[in-house]
C-alpha cells in the first residue's frame, strides 16, 4: 500500500462523520458531498503527517461549509428557508440494518427537518458554532479560529443559536412506536376525509411546510395553526386515495413516501411532540425528487 492509498484509507474512516457534519451546516446532499471531497483534496495536498486526523478534517469541513454559507448569501442566491432541505430517507427500525454503513451514520443520529429548518434562519457563524459544538461536541477553543472570534465570542454564537433553536424547533417524542401510532391515526382520518379526526391529531400550532419548487408560484407553501392543516382535509384524502405511501425514516422521524403508478410522487415527515403532530414537511419538488438516492430501499 503506498502513501495515498494508505491517506485515503483513513480518510474514508472518517467520512460519514464529515457527511455528517456537512449536511447539518448546508441542508443539502450533494452540496455536503462537495464539501467532504474539497476535505480530501486538502488532505491529499497535506499529506500524512497529522497528529489529531479526524479533528483536522472536521476543522477543514467546518471551513469549507461556512465559505459556502457565505457564498450563497454574496450570490444572492434563493435562501434555503425558502425550500425544505434535503431529506434524509432510511428504512424504519426493522429495514436499518441492511443500510450502508454511512446511511446508517447519518440516520442514527439524524437532525429532524423542523431543526434544519431553523437551522437555515441562522446567520454561517452562528449556524457553524451550534453545529460544532452543540451536535459534534468540539470545543470552542477549537471552533474560534475557524469563525476568526475569540473562544468566548464563538460561545456567544453558539449560545445565541441556541436561543433560537429552542424558540423555534420542537422536541419529537423519543418512542418511535407512540410516534408512529399517532401517524397512522392521521393518515386514517385523512383517508376518510375526517376534518375532527384530523384536528384530534394535530397540535394547535402545527405548522405545514409543501416544497413543490417551481410547480408552485411564489416557492414553499406554509400553513400554521390546526385551522388551516386540517382545512386541508380534502387534499390529504385525495393524496391517501391516489398514492401509495410506504412507512420509512425522513431524518429519524416517521415519514412516507408516497408513489403514484409507481413514480415517486413526494416524501412527508411528521414531527411528533406531546402525542400530536407539530409539524409536517412535505417535498414533492419533482427535480429534488429525481436526485435523492432511494437505492436503499429498494431491496
Given at each position: 500500500m503506498d502513501e495515498?492509498?494508505?491517506?485515503?484509507?483513513?480518510?474514508e474512516e472518517h467520512r460519514a462523520h464529515l457527511k455528517a457534519v456537512a449536511y447539518r451546516m448546508l441542508g443539502s446532499l450533494a452540496e455536503a458531498d462537495d464539501a467532504v471531497q474539497e476535505a480530501w483534496l486538502r488532505l491529499a495536498r497535506a499529506g500524512d503527517d497529522i497528529d489529531n486526523l479526524g479533528g483536522w478534517l472536521t476543522t477543514v469541513v467546518g471551513r469549507v461549509c461556512l465559505d459556502m454559507l457565505?457564498?450563497?448569501r454574496m450570490r444572492g442566491e434563493t435562501p434555503l428557508e425558502a425550500r425544505l432541505p434535503d431529506p434524509l430517507v432510511g428504512e424504519d427500525a426493522a429495514g436499518a440494518e441492511g443500510q450502508d454503513p454511512e446511511r446508517r451514520a447519518m440516520t442514527a443520529d439524524a437532525v429532524g427537518l423542523a431543526l434544519l429548518v431553523v437551522l437555515e434562519s441562522l446567520n454561517p457563524a452562528e449556524r457553524l458554532a451550534f453545529v460544532l459544538h452543540d451536535?459534534?461536541?468540539?470545543?470552542?477553543?477549537?471552533i474560534a479560529p475557524i469563525v476568526d472570534r475569540t473562544p468566548a465570542?464563538?460561545?456567544?454564537?453558539a449560545s445565541r443559536a441556541r436561543l433560537r433553536v429552542r424558540g423555534a424547533a420542537p422536541v419529537p417524542d423519543p418512542d418511535p412506536v407512540a410516534r408512529r401510532r399517532v401517524?397512522?391515526?392521521?393518515?386514517t382520518a385523512a383517508h376518510g376525509g375526517d376534518i375532527e379526526g384530523l384536528v384530534a391529531v394535530l397540535d394547535p400550532d402545527v405548522v405545514l411546510r409543501a416544497d413543490a419548487g417551481t410547480l408552485l408560484p411564489g416557492g414553499m407553501r406554509v400553513l400554521r395553526g390546526v385551522r388551516e392543516v386540517a382545512g386541508q382535509a380534502a387534499t390529504f384524502?385525495?393524496?391517501a386515495s391516489t398514492a401509495v405511501g410506504r412507512p420509512v425514516l425522513?431524518?429519524?422521524a416517521p415519514g412516507l413516501v408516497n408513489t403514484v403508478d409507481g413514480r415517486l410522487f413526494s416524501i412527508m415527515s411528521f414531527t411528533v411532540s406531546g402525542e400530536r403532530i407539530v409539524a409536517i414537511d412535505i417535498l414533492s419538488d419533482p427535480d429534488r425528487l429525481a436526485r435523492l438516492d432511494l437505492t436503499p430501499l429498494e431491496h
Open positions: 495515498r492509498d494508505f491517506l485515503a484509507e483513513r480518510f457565505r457564498s450563497r451536535m459534534f461536541g468540539m470545543p470552542f477553543e477549537e465570542a464563538a460561545r456567544k454564537l401517524v397512522d391515526a392521521f393518515l384524502q385525495r393524496m425522513v431524518n429519524g
